[in-house]
């Protein structure tokens, strides 16, 4: 797992031009999906799902510099909000299998004793997700 946190760190300072310590990132699942994309394209991948808690008003947030070559937008959002954008902006058929399964349902175990991490040592897969919505 180690050279997936790696990954990871090198696509947090080209996305995000943020530096992150490997140990900032907590592993939570993998998943492989099938995502079309017309007829001639399609991604068939397996994504590794790391999440990093952050402080409020952590200073790396309040300087992020994204790469708007890589990202077209962000937005800091607590869950509440981030339930209500899914409804009004478009998001990827990953983006929205991922939340609907898995991040929903961690947001609030993360960190206290309902946390069950069984799920760090399975991979799911996934139908094709191509026309998934919430």
């Known amino acids: 797992m180690n050279s997936m946190k790696f990954a990871l760190k090198r696509r ?47 200073e790396n ?16 959002v607590d869950k509440y909000e981030l339930q ?9 058929p990953w983006s929205l299998y991922l939340l609907h399964h898995f991040i929903f ?5 993360l960190g206290t004793p309902f946390w069950d991490n069984t799920h760090t040592q399975k991979i799911y897969y996934t139908d094709d997700i191509t026309d998934f919505k919430i």
């Open 12 to 58: 947090m300072k080209e996305e995000l031009n943020m530096e992150m310590e490997l140990n900032d990132f907590q592993f939570l699942t993998r998943f492989m999906y099938l995502a079309r994309a017309g007829d001639l394209f399609a991604e068939y991948e397996m994504d590794y799902i790391y999440i990093s808690i952050s402080k409020e008003n952590s």
């Open 61 to 76: 947030l309040l300087n992020l510099l994204p790469n708007f070559d890589e990202i077209c937008n962000f937005k800091f």
């Open 84 to 92: 209500k954008l899914i409804s009004e902006l478009k998001f990827t």
């Open 105 to 109: 349902d961690w947001w609030d175990k």
